[in-house]
Structures are given as structure tokens and as C-alpha cells.
């Protein structure tokens, strides 16, 4: 039996036949294997060298039995060997859960974002935060940078420290249409937390001790921790207009950042031409720059999904295999783990367990208030309602019972409190009406990592499919969104009910759209760093297709409505992200300005205000097309269109190295049959372009939403490219 060792050596002492560290270190490894009875006799493996390392410490981590150890030590160089022992986690977890790692993959290929240029459009930022600290970064700015530190009040040029490069703030809208003054002075410094959250989770540096209140207690870091910054504060307390917004994206162009944020959006227009949102993205979209925005917060209902349009990313949010909460231990020994960010204290000791009908529901805070002393037990029922009745009631304890694993965005509650799920409430519930004095104890400020069935689409982030683009999937691709931890401002207590975050000094966890979509932002960072010579659509080609469908137990991914189903593209997209994968997506689906511009002239009612979208007599409509080369398929019907066969011409591009030939493999949407031609797709070389046509015919079973995916898998290679297929009845959505 091997164990997993990390060993020390000392360099000094390195024979001088060896020309480097690494030969040396495979050499004993090597030489370790002769000492194994097992392996002498023909049996068994020879021990595995792991990592070799050379800059954070000299030597080696491997795999060896207790003899090839005790071998190990009796090399002259040797200094010591302990434990592969695991470590607290990210606090912000998301980028392990991401599997960025700096030694592999995606964040080594970056060199974690370095000189990337990331627009954080927001609400500023707090410089101090030891997350904007500039170790490892040069202070010499990149030289496309053309921008400014311009922040304002008590932002001074000095905070502008090589990490964070620019700093500017855009008001003048806001104060026009408040028609008087303003209480927030004119600075680029945030005074709600939001944009500080958004920047740290995009491109935070490494924070060691970071945690709320001893919750997700570890090392902070954001998804491209060696990006640029440039802060352009375009939300205020006081509120947020787009003329400020427009402003804001006009300078980050004109600064040369590669990648924007925007984590804000609003209820789309009838027309688009008339969305300044959606006009100035296309201009910077125009220029190179991947933009990324949030997808909104609107919950289940379809057709609220925010920034829909074709040349962004539309992020949703979606859980983390991590659970904040604690641990219920009852009376009688049963333990239950549940949700909580209860911060005034570490345990709850003994207390009665009431669970009585009247008071069970937990609707009315004027019984509440009269229960008894203990904790209250609250029976499943309107969960809303509860926590609303619950925040109004002065308990000593409460037990919510709810399935939602992103419920602790809505609760606001100051005494002990904790949320189990519904399958464990009945030994809770029938412990506490039948023993003769039930009793528990709470423990609290517990972080449990690897929870199962994550991710799943949060239960608050809106579906699509987009108002403006009804034929275009959105959302795109869904990121962390719930519960992440992030530097924010200081010295904040309150609760920020409107952008879900409960805060405790500089440290908070978010919920929403909002924080999954830095995420994606910074995953777009490293990507343009790693291939320049992608275009803004390859870029999000590449994160769409290699997009994972299925959750840490390899099942369809799942969303909470009262109750978990599998979930459709309509609420995840194409699914939750995977750096490391879209880094190499074997074949891409590009698509130039003009080809969006070539959809939106298929529009009647947009065809004659091209110019007001591109701002320039240089784009016609003389080639208007329905289609779009994008990396999904949508379709819509009704009852008089169901039975018309719909097709679908697509463009791949080989981006894999060389000689390629990829077969096709078809998952059916329900009362559909999906005719792909040719099903087999061969290239020659890199760079080269294959087209495919895929046609869609209904079988006459009806289904208000039906889902697939088409997959082309690359034969003797790696790269499986995925495209969901949606398609839905209109009058049903």
C-alpha cells in the first residue's frame, strides 16, 4: 500500500553527473523501485513521481510504500518526507471547484491572466483590500493601456498600484435625472461592496486568513489573480443610468482593456436598437474585447433572462460543492448537518426542541413570540413566508426545514438558526413529538466541502430564452453564483437585502448573477491570454462547448422550484463552466460583427435601424440571414409551424493541432427527430473550416420544452464538441 509523500531535498548536494534537479529526482525514484520485494518479484508497479518542484521548495512529491520510504532516507541528499495532508480550501472555493490550478491547465497556460486587462463596470472599488495588493505584479502598466487614475475623492493616484491600473467614475446621468444633489461624493471609491466583490472574484490576488466571521476560513483568490484592473464606477447608491454606463464602456475602449464586466442589467426594451446596453457591448465587441455580463436574478419564470443578445456572454449562477452552516445534534445521539451563517456565537447548548402544530407553520410572529422557550421547529410550508415571520418573531432557536440549497440569500435572521433538508426532517420531527424530553444542541460556523449534486442552477437566476432574440439560447454558460466569498468594503455590518449580501467586515459572501459573472469574465482572461489570435467568438465558442452537463455525481445537472428536476438550457445554458477544457475545444464556431448584423436585418422591425446599431455606414443588409453560426440551437414553434422541418446550416473551425476527423453523436429532444449531413466532418489542418447542415422535424408529439444536444466526437482524439438543442412551443413559455 502506497502513500502519497512530499519530500525534501537539498540541491547542494546534488551529484555532479546530473545535469538538472529533475533528472536527479527521477533518478531515485527510479532507483526506489529495486528496493520493493513486490516489484523485484515481477509483482506490482514501480513508485510514481507526482510534481517535481524547483521554486516553492526543492524536491519532489510521490507515491511510496513504507519500504521504498525508508529507502528514500538513506539517499545522501535527503532531508525530510511528510504526508500529502489536505489543506483548507480556496475561500472563495470557486476556482478549485473550477480546477484552476497554477501548475496545469488553463491558469498555467495564462501565466494566471498576466497583463490581461480586465474593465470592471460597477460600483467602484476599496483599493486597500489586501485582494488588489500588487505581489507579483509589475508596476509597470502594459503598454496598450492608454488610460487613467482618475478616481476622484479620497482616491489618490498612488492606489492605482500596478494591480489595480485605472480608476475613473461616471455620474454626470445619474445627477441630471435626480434633478439635485447627491450624497455620494464624486469618486471612483466603492461605498456598497458590490464592485469590490465583482473585481476580487474576476481577478482578486491570493489572501490568506480570509473568511466570514470563521466561516470558509482559507486562502482568497480570484479566477485570474494576475490580471490588470481598471475600475469604471458607473453604479451608486443613489441609483444607476445607462447614460453613465454607456460612458463607462466608451472609456474602457478607448483605455484598450480586453475584457469587460458588467454585473447589472435591466428589463430589455421592445426594441434593441434603443438598448444603449446592447449598442455600446456590440462596439466593444467590434474592438476585440470578450464581454460578460449577468444573466439577472428573476427566478423560474421564462423569458426574464437579462442581456440577451448574441455577441455576449450571459452568465447564470449556479451552487458550489460547498455548504455553510453547521451540525444539529439531538438528544438521542442523531446528528443532522444543515445551512447557516449564524456569526454571534459557536454553539447552542442543549436546549429544548419544540415542535407543536400550532406553531409549526411558522407564519404568524405573534405566536412565535408566545413558543415556548427552545427551539422552535418549523414544518415545511411556505419558506418566504417563514423567514419573513421568523425575522419578525424574538426566538431563542429556529429550524427551517427546505431542499434549496441557496435559501440563506433570503434569511435574515439575528438569533440561532439552522436549515435542513426535507429528507432529514422526519427523525427531527419525530424524535420531537414523541420523546419524552427532546432536546439538541447546535454547533455553528462549519464549512463542509464536496457536498453532492453541485453544481445546480440557482433557484433565484433568470431563464431565457432572450425577448430581443427569441431564436437564440440564453442564458450562455453558468458560473458560481451562490454563496461566494470576496473582499468588500470595510467596517459594514448591515445586510444589503437587494443584492442579496450578508456582510461582516471586509470579507461577504454574495449570492446571484452578479458574482457568477466575473467568473466567466475572468475565465475569458485567461483564455485571451493563452490564444490571442481568437476572436471574441472563438473565445465563447470555446466555454460554451466544452461546458459540463452534469453535476459531481455525473447526472444531469439539476434546478430547484420547489423541488430538483433536471435542468434545461433555458435555465443553465449550455452548462457550468470548465476552464481547464476550454482552453483546448478542438473545433470552435466563429462568427464575425457583420454576421450579427446579418441576423438582426433578418428582422423586419430592426432592419431599418442598422445604422443606429453600428453606429457606422459600413454594414449593410444585403446578405440578411436567420441564422446564426453559434455553438447552440434554438428553435420555437407553434401550432401552426410544428410540423414545418426547420434547418440549420453551421461553420466549425479545426483549432486542434493538425489532421482531425470527428463523427457526430445525436441526443434527440423529445417528439423530435434531428437529421445532421454530412455526420462526419474532416480536416486536414489547423485552421481549416467544415460545414454541417442540421434539420430538425417533428414526430407530432407535443412538449411546451424538449432538449438535446448534439455532440461531435473526434476519433483517437480528446475533444468532444457539445451543442445543446432547445426547442419550445411559444405559447407555452
Avoid at 1 to 10: A, E, K, L, Q
Avoid at 106 to 119: E, V
Avoid at 605 to 621: A, D, G, P, Q
Wanted: hydrophobic letters at 35%.
Amino acid at each position: 500500500m502506497r502513500t502519497t509523500y512530499i519530500v525534501h531535498m537539498d540541491k547542494s548536494l546534488m551529484p555532479k553527473p546530473f545535469l538538472s534537479q529533475e533528472n536527479w529526482y527521477e533518478s531515485i525514484v527510479y532507483s526506489l523501485k529495486f528496493t520493493n520485494s513486490h516489484f523485484v518479484n515481477g509483482h506490482g508497479s514501480p513508485p510514481s513521481l507526482i510534481y517535481k518542484y524547483n521554486n516553492a521548495l526543492h524536491g519532489f512529491s510521490v507515491d511510496l510504500s513504507p519500504e521504498e520510504l525508508k529507502s528514500l532516507k538513506k539517499v545522501s541528499g535527503f532531508i525530510s518526507a511528510y504526508r500529502d495532508n489536505k489543506i483548507i480550501l480556496d475561500t472563495t472555493l470557486t476556482p478549485e471547484f473550477l480546477s484552476l490550478s497554477p501548475i496545469s491547465g488553463l491558469l498555467k497556460a495564462s501565466n494566471s491572466g498576466r497583463d490581461i486587462i480586465i474593465g470592471i463596470l460597477d460600483s467602484g472599488i476599496w483599493p486597500e483590500s489586501p485582494s488588489f495588493k500588487n505581489d507579483g505584479i509589475s508596476s509597470e502598466v502594459p503598454s496598450k493601456w492608454k488610460g487613467s487614475c482618475d478616481g476622484g475623492k479620497d482616491f489618490n493616484f498612488s492606489m492605482c498600484n500596478g494591480k489595480i491600473i485605472g480608476a475613473r467614475y461616471f455620474n454626470r446621468g445619474l445627477k441630471r435625472n435626480l434633478r439635485g444633489s447627491m450624497s455620494s461624493p464624486d469618486s471612483a471609491r466603492d461605498d456598497t461592496g458590490h464592485g469590490t466583490v465583482v473585481s476580487a472574484i474576476a481577478a482578486g490576488n491570493y489572501v490568506e486568513g480570509a473568511s466570514f466571521d470563521g466561516y470558509a476560513e482559507g486562502i482568497a483568490r480570484g479566477v485570474a489573480p494576475f490580471a490588470r484592473l481598471a475600475v469604471y464606477k458607473v453604479a451608486w447608491k443613489e441609483g444607476t443610468y445607462e447614460s453613465d454606463i454607456i460612458n463607462g464602456i466608451d472609456q474602457a475602449i478607448a483605455d484598450g482593456v480586453d475584457v469587460i464586466n458588467m454585473s447589472f442589467g435591466k428589463i430589455p426594451r421592445e426594441k434593441i436598437y434603443e438598448d444603449a446596453v446592447a449598442i455600446a457591448s456590440f462596439a466593444a465587441v467590434e474592438k476585440g474585447i470578450v464581454v460578460s455580463t449577468s444573466g439577472g436574478n428573476e427566478g423560474s419564470a421564462y423569458r426574464k433572462v437579462k442581456n440577451g443578445f448574441p455577441w455576449v456572454l450571459t452568465v447564470t449562477a449556479g451552487t458550489i460543492d460547498r455548504q455553510i452552516g453547521g451540525t444539529l445534534v439531538m438528544g438521542n445521539g442523531l446528528s443532522i448537518t444543515g445551512q447557516s451563517m449564524y456569526s454571534k456565537g459557536n454553539t447552542l447548548d442543549n436546549m429544548r426542541l419544540v415542535y407543536e402544530e400550532s406553531l409549526s407553520t411558522c407564519s404568524s410572529p405573534a405566536l412565535l413570540n408566545r413558543a415556548p422557550e427552545g427551539i422552535i421547529v418549523c414544518d415545511i410550508g411556505n419558506i418566504e413566508h417563514q423567514i419573513k415571520s421568523l425575522g419578525n418573531a424574538n426566538l431563542k432557536a429556529a429550524i427551517l426545514i427546505c431542499g434549496d440549497p441557496s435559501i440563506l440569500r433570503l434569511i435574515k435572521i439575528s438569533y440561532p438558526y439552522i436549515v435542513i433538508r426535507p429528507e432529514d426532517a422526519n427523525s427531527l420531527i419525530m424524535y420531537a413529538k414523541y420523546d419524552d424530553e427532546p432536546s439538541a444542541s447546535i454547533q455553528f460556523k462549519q464549512t463542509f466541502i464536496g457536498v453532492k449534486h453541485s453544481p445546480t442552477v440557482g433557484s433565484y437566476a433568470s431563464r431565457g430564452p432572450s425577448l430581443y432574440f427569441p431564436n437564440i439560447l440564453k442564458p450562455d454558460i453558468m458560473a458560481p453564483g451562490t454563496l461566494i466569498l470576496a473582499a468588500s468594503i470595510p467596517n459594514n455590518t448591515t445586510i444589503h437585502r437587494a443584492s442579496n449580501k450578508l456582510v461582516s467586515d471586509t470579507y461577504i459572501f454574495g449570492t446571484g448573477s452578479s458574482f457568477a459573472c466575473p467568473h466567466v469574465a475572468g475565465v475569458t482572461a485567461l483564455l485571451r491570454k493563452a490564444h490571442p489570435e481568437w476572436s471574441v467568438a472563438a473565445i465563447m465558442s470555446a466555454i460554451i462547448t466544452t461546458a459540463n452537463a452534469v453535476d459531481n455525481t455525473l447526472q444531469p445537472i439539476l434546478e430547484y422550484d420547489n423541488g430538483f428536476k433536471m435542468a434545461s438550457p433555458l435555465s443553465m445554458g449550455a452548462g457550468h463552466i470548465d476552464p481547464n477544457k476550454a482552453l483546448d475545444p478542438g473545433l470552435i464556431y466563429d462568427a464575425t460583427p457583420q454576421d450579427y448584423l446579418n441576423h438582426l436585418c433578418s428582422f423586419t422591425s430592426y432592419k431599418l435601424h442598422i445604422k443606429e446599431i453600428t453606429r457606422s455606414k459600413n454594414y449593410t443588409c444585403s446578405n440578411p440571414s436567420p441564422d446564426l453560426n453559434l455553438p447552440s440551437i434554438l428553435s420555437s414553434y407553434t401550432i401552426d409551424t410544428i410540423m414545418r422541418p426547420v434547418k440549420f446550416q453551421r461553420i466549425v473551425t479545426n483549432v486542434g493541432e493538425g489532421f482531425a476527423t470527428y463523427k457526430c453523436n445525436v441526443t434527440e429532444p423529445l417528439g423530435f427527430q434531428v437529421s445532421v449531413v454530412p455526420r462526419r466532418l474532416l480536416f486536414g489542418r489547423k485552421y481549416e473550416k467544415q460545414t454541417y447542415t442540421l434539420t430538425l422535424t417533428s414526430t407530432g408529439l407535443m412538449s411546451h420544452l424538449s432538449f438535446g444536444q448534439i455532440i461531435w466526437v473526434e476519433e483517437n482524439g480528446k475533444h468532444l464538441v457539445k451543442s445543446p438543442i432547445v426547442i419550445y412551443f411559444e405559447e407555452f413559455l
